[in-house]
Structures are given as structure tokens and as C-alpha cells.
């Protein structure tokens, strides 16, 4: 049986701070000096949303040693690339290993896109009713949750859902949400796929996992044929190297790289 999750109720609100906040940020970097000129240069937030980004970006998204910020893959990804880029190596990482994301994937979002892809598919097989979502939540949400951190919950994932591009909400009153599928940053998704090999401590995985089973294959939830393009890039930029045993394709991590 799977376990039942506490409620979510805390995420990254300032999306536009944090991206500031990442450009900004050079190896070398000691923390203390890190956190002292995020605190200067984003004023334009509220301390408690300050130091809420702060704590985010600093846990989950900034490679340290000894205090200090290390040279890294995906900041070089981060500072090279273009805005899509960057979105998805902000909520690929953050959102890699986050239970209530995996689930809504694996039960809401997956489940109806196989639906939407088979010929002449229903008007509203994308469609993710209120229904769903109650049906979701009680499913994997504690017992005894309160009305307002259920709220919040559902809130929250749907709305990193829309952040990973496989969930569009309407703008009325009704905020009705439908899946899709997204085609990330080739880059973003090589990332992510070396890194799941590399915290995994897996050194290789057949291609075919990694483009309709692996993290980033859920999370952003690719077509077949978008993953495929996407793993050659990453191949090509040096995130994987690819062999072959009994004529079957794997793809290597190469930890160096990241």
C-alpha cells in the first residue's frame, strides 16, 4: 500500500527572484557572501520571502563544499541558456524527487495523455476534473488533513504542474486544468537524466527506460520522439555517453560532467 503525504503547503513563490538570484551566483561563492547580497540586491520582496527563496535555492539547487559554492554543470546550463532553459533546470531539479509531483504524474497526468494519444480520442480526455483532483488527494493526502492544508496542496501541485509545462489552468473562474505533453530544454532533460543516474548510483540504463520511464521522461512528460532528440543532444554535449550490450542501447552517466 502507499504511504499517505503530509500536506504541502510551502514552495518556491518568487520564481522571478530565485532566477535573478541563480544568475547572479558564481562559483566560489562563500554561502555567507551568497546570502548577503541576495538579501541586498531583492528588495523588492518581503524579508520573509527573501530568506523562504533563500532557503529553497540554498537546499535544493546550489552545489556546496566547505561553505563554498561549488563549479557545476547545471549552473553552467543555468547562466548559458535561454529562459525555457532555465525554468526547466529550476523546477526539473527541484522537482525531481518531490513525492506529490511523481504521483500527480504517474496518476493524473501520464494516465490521461495515453488516452489523448490513441486514435480518435474523447473531446475531454485531457481533462483533469474537480472530481479527480478530490479523488487524488484523498488517495495520497493524510487522513485528518485539515480543509485549508488540503487547499493549499492541491493548490501547490497544481500549479508546479503548470510550472513543468504538462498542465494548463484556465484563466476563469471555473480553473479548469488539462494535461500536456512538454518538450523541455534538450539540455535541461540530459541534465536531469545524468543526475537521477548518477543519485541513483546506477553507472548505465537502457535508452528505451530512459526516454518513457525516467525522471525527466515523467515529469515533463515528453513524447517518445522528443525524448529520443533529446538524449542525442545530451549524448553530443557530453552528459552521456552511449554503449551497447547484446545490441541493445544504454546510456552512461558521466559524473565529471555534472
Partial sequence: MTAFLSSWVRTLDQEDDALSLLLDTRPGQSLTQWEHHAHENLLQSSRACRTSTLRIVR???LDLRDGLIQPSTWLRLFHEGNPLRRRNLLYGRLHAHQPW?????????????????????????????????????????????????????????????????????????????????????????????????????????PESWAIAESIPARIFATRPAYATYCVEAAVGAGLLTRGFLAGSSRLHPVPEAL
Avoid at 543516474?197 to 553507472?203: I, K, V
Fill in 59 to 61: 537546499e535544493c539547487l
Fill in 101 to 205: 509531483i511523481l504521483r500527480a504524474v504517474d496518476q493524473l497526468v501520464l494516465p490521461r495523455l495515453r488516452s489523448v494519444d490513441e486514435p480518435l480520442a474523447p473531446h475531454d480526455a485531457d481533462l483533469v476534473t474537480p472530481d479527480a483532483w478530490d479523488a487524488f488527494l484523498a488517495t495520497n493526502l493524510l487522513p485528518k488533513t485539515g480543509i485549508p492544508s488540503t487547499k493549499k496542496t492541491r493548490s501547490i501541485v497544481r500549479q508546479n504542474l503548470a510550472n513543468l509545462g504538462i498542465l494548463t489552468i484556465s484563466n476563469d473562474m471555473s480553473r479548469q486544468t488539462r494535461v500536456r505533453h512538454s518538450e523541455p530544454d534538450p539540455m535541461a532533460f540530459g541534465w536531469l537524466l545524468a543526475f537521477e543516474l548518477t543519485s541513483s548510483a546506477r553507472s548505465e540504463a
